[in-house]
């Protein structure tokens, strides 16, 4: 289940003025490879922790989480956090323990038989759980909005949740 006002994506994500990211159903990591000179990512954390407020529901109250900053040419552009119930790194998704410093993203749609449940959209509000943890990670004023996408990626019936957060310096790569 999703809930905290994460609605459908369309057509609130042609308020945005990113509606072509919040819309892409390919891998984001090659998207923002496309449209820069230097792709990176900066992880900030990786491994079990307790269920937050703001996580989706994963059957879970201990999950995997890993949270990442996306970089195009050294800037943050994507904080993304990626959430599992545990149990599923011993089965469907154990590549995710070893992923290092390696995008999700490459190892997601590389895998056959993965499937992406549909993209839902919402704009962050300073304030926010989610919010605070993108501007505290990307070093943005506390009072920046944002906006978020969130989907599952589903492999053999086990789900890994993927919200990604798109920073202000996402801007500067629509120019390209």
Do not use: K
Request: proline share 7%.
């Amino acid at each position: 289940m999703i809930g905290g006002g994460w609605r459908p994506l369309r057509p609130l994500a042609a308020r945005s003025g990113i509606a072509p990211w919040l819309a892409e159903c390919g891998s984001l990591t090659a998207r923002l490879r496309a449209h820069c000179g230097q792709f990176g990512l900066r992880r900030l954390s990786h491994g079990p922790g307790p269920a937050r407020p703001d996580d989706p529901d994963c059957g879970a109250p201990r999950l995997w989480r890993r949270e990442v900053l996306l970089l195009a040419d050294g800037q943050p552009v994507v904080y993304a956090r990626s959430v599992a119930a545990r149990n599923v790194l011993h089965d469907s998704w154990r590549l995710l323990r070893g992923l290092g410093g390696r995008p999700l993203g490459d190892a997601v749609f590389a895998r056959a038989g993965v499937r992406r449940t549909p993209i839902r959209v919402r704009r962050l509000r300073p304030g926010d759980a989610l919010q605070r943890a993108a501007c505290r990670a990307a070093g943005l004023a506390a009072d920046t909005e944002l906006w978020a996408r969130r989907s599952a990626f589903v492999h053999r019936g086990a789900a890994v949740w993927v919200t990604e957060v798109f920073l202000p310096a996402l801007g500067a790569l629509r120019a390209r």
